[in-house]
């Protein structure tokens, strides 16, 4: 089933909203639009969560059906020109008003409506790619063309972090990478979709798009991350010197130059989690159950001063993971959904009870926490998103970092008071499953891909080539045997088919939260960022709140110089995980 609202019905629907009444043209503009878009919006969201929680032909079919009308809405002629005109002169507008319309472009470039089949046909293509994605089985053992053993992506994980089983890591591996031939043609189609919507308005590329969100070209963004990488390459050499002796000793292996894919407790190589021995962060949450954990990060952001959650969120999320006979199928990987643009928040995870699913809800929370701050009437409905999208990203994991202190861990009742920790191994531990080893990844291979995929046409028959060799230049990790291009590696990172263009988001995420830690503990806590207790501090609340409830009324760079006294850059991550440089300055040497 399909509703898809036309162009010309748009036309008269809006034709009632224009002219007359009191007001400058600009303000009457942005109350028609704010007041519509947030109704359209609504109704595509709760369709799209229905689709990602409940996956089906009908949820698909309604998902496109809504995000259609908003795709003829947000793109509509009428809204475009209108903007345009409007934008033409400057002197007749107020910041707060120029940003509305700045951003109300940037959604017009994701529909124009000049080209209606190109987007009708890039709404279906998403939908259609989010439901293989969401609805996909993996299978561990098939005969006769059979599946006869299921498997989900919390036992892949599970097994890739804890096995020692060189060959059931090889199978596994191997299986975790089954999503990428179901979906290389629809990321073809969708390379194609996405860069003609977006050329249509003038941009180079659907990553060019992306990138203007930070009112940044395509070439500032690259030289940003790639700066931000080459500053973090010394000690990344370190960790991963390391990590390979590390492990070529447990595997009883010689020690590698790069380090085999499946050897790594993550399927993509994007944090090394299981490392260090003397830190087993799962063992902190024994005896805890998938509510509980949920409940502790919801409990972390109350005590900072901010509202528990509202009972809707309890009400409408879907937190855990299925049951093994469920016939249901979902989305696993974790999100935060922000229905109304007001109170209606929820997140999507499949919460077991380990440390990864610990910070994973943090970080979820820490959306739904953004959300509700600037959901209120001074933030206008099209500028209720991030300051930029990389902030919307550091919230959750600002208070992951400040889960991981151990004077918290202890106030907590996770950690023993009595229980002696070493400082370096549980800082080395850090920087290994989920900071440092993150950058590369993130600002290498997946950035670097996606600007190729968009802005250099890459062909599809050089996807997974061009894949590895990013893989092995920034990462230093090598696929366990050829990975020809009959598989798409790429395709099965979540994130390349449904938030396509944006991953450096989280790149930049990582040095601002950093930075957002290293001032907190220093001016705030007045505490050493590697040993800072944020819990029950309204101070830190107060001040975090300051930057969340502003939404995207200010220009993130002039609120990051007023609240950190910096611009953003790798200073504070460089200088938190110092020690590990050091330690393993002398450790390597060995
Ligand atoms: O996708 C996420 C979040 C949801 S916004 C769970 N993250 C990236 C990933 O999993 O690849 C968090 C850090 C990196
Ligand atoms: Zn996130």
């Not at 990590?243 to 590698?256: D, I, S």
């Not at 995870?349 to 699913?357: E, G, H, K, L, Y």
């Not at 893989?471 to 396509?500: W, Y």
């Not at 830690?517 to 944020?534: F, G, R, S, T, V």
Request: one cysteine or more.
């Amino acid at each position: 089933m399909k509703r898809f609202m036309t162009g010309a019905a748009l036309s008269l629907f809006l034709a009632g909203c224009t002219g007359g009444g009191p007001g400058s043209p600009a303000r009457e503009f942005l109350a028609m639009y704010n007041d519509i878009d947030q109704k359209v919006t609504t109704v595509a969201a709760e369709a799209s969560w229905k689709a990602a929680t409940d996956v089906s032909e009908q949820h698909t079919g309604e998902r496109i059906g809504a995000s259609g009308a908003v795709a003829a809405f947000e793109g509509s002629r009428y809204v475009i020109d209108t903007t345009r005109a409007l934008l033409a002169k400057p002197d007749a507008l107020s910041d707060l008003e120029r940003r509305q319309l700045n951003r109300i472009l940037l959604n017009a470039a994701e529909a124009p409506g000049t080209i209606p089949e190109v987007v009708e046909r890039r709404v279906q293509t998403e939908a259609r790619a989010g439901a293989i994605l969401d609805g996909f089985a993996f299978c561990m053992d098939e005969r006769g063309g059979k599946c006869v053993k299921k498997t989900n992506p919390n036992e892949i994980d599970e097994l890739l972090e804890k096995s020692r089983d060189m060959a059931a890591r090889q199978k596994v591996w191997e299986v975790s990478k089954q999503t990428g031939p179901a979906l290389k043609k629809s990321l073809a189609e969708l390379r194609e979709l996405r860069n003609r919507v977006a050329t249509e308005l003038g941009f180079s590329s659907y990553f060019h798009l992306q990138v203007a969100g930070y009112g940044m070209t395509v070439a500032e963004m690259m030289q940003l991350i790639d700066r931000s990488q080459q500053e973090l390459r010394p000690l990344y050499g370190l960790l991963h010197t390391y990590a390979k002796k590390k492990l070529a000793a447990r595997y009883g292996q010689p020690v590698p130059k790069a380090i085999p894919a499946h050897w790594l407790g993550n399927r993509w190589a994007q944090e090394w989690p299981g490392l260090v021995e003397a830190v087993n962060l799962d063992d902190l949450l024994k005896g805890r159950d998938a509510e509980w954990i949920v409940k502790q990060g919801e409990r972390f952001y109350v005590s900072l001063g901010m509202a528990p959650l509202p009972k809707s969120f309890w009400g409408k999320s879907d937190l855990y993971q299925l049951p093994a006979d469920s016939k249901r199928m979902k989305n696993t990987h974790a999100s935060a959904w922000h229905i109304d643009a007001d109170k209606d928040v929820r997140s999507l995870m499949s919460v077991t009870p380990n440390f990864r699913w610990f910070e994973t809800s943090h970080h979820e929370l820490g959306h739904v926490y953004y959300f509700m701050s600037y959901s209120r009437p001074s933030v206008p409905h099209v500028l209720r998103g991030g300051m930029n999208r990389a902030f919307h990203e550091a919230v959750g994991d600002l208070i992951g970092i400040a889960a991981r202190q151990l004077p918290y861990l202890r106030e907590a009742g996770l950690l023993a008071a009595d229980r002696k920790v070493d400082q370096t191994q549980w800082l080395l531990s850090q920087a290994l499953d989920n900071a440092v080893v993150f950058l590369p990844f993130s600002a290498g291979t997946m950035s670097h891909f996606e600007h190729d995929l968009y802005e250099k046409n890459l062909p599809q028959d050089q996807f997974n080539k061009r894949w590895w060799e990013l893989v092995e230049q920034h990462q230093g990790v090598l696929p366990p045997s050829p990975r020809g291009e009959e598989f798409c590696d790429a395709c099965t990172k979540t994130h390349i088919i449904d938030d396509a263009a944006q991953y450096y988001d989280y790149a930049l995420a990582f040095l601002i939260k950093y930075q957002l830690h290293d001032y907190i503990a220093k001016k705030i806590l007045k505490q050493d960022p590697h040993e800072c207790n944020y819990y029950g501090n309204k101070e830190v609340g107060k001040w975090l709140g300051e930057i969340l409830s502003l939404g995207a009324t200010r220009d993130w760079r002039q609120v990051i110089r007023e609240k950190t006294g910096e611009d953003i850059s790798s200073r504070a991550l460089l200088e938190y995980f110092q020690p590990v440089r050091e330690y393993l300055e002398k450790e390597n040497a060995r």
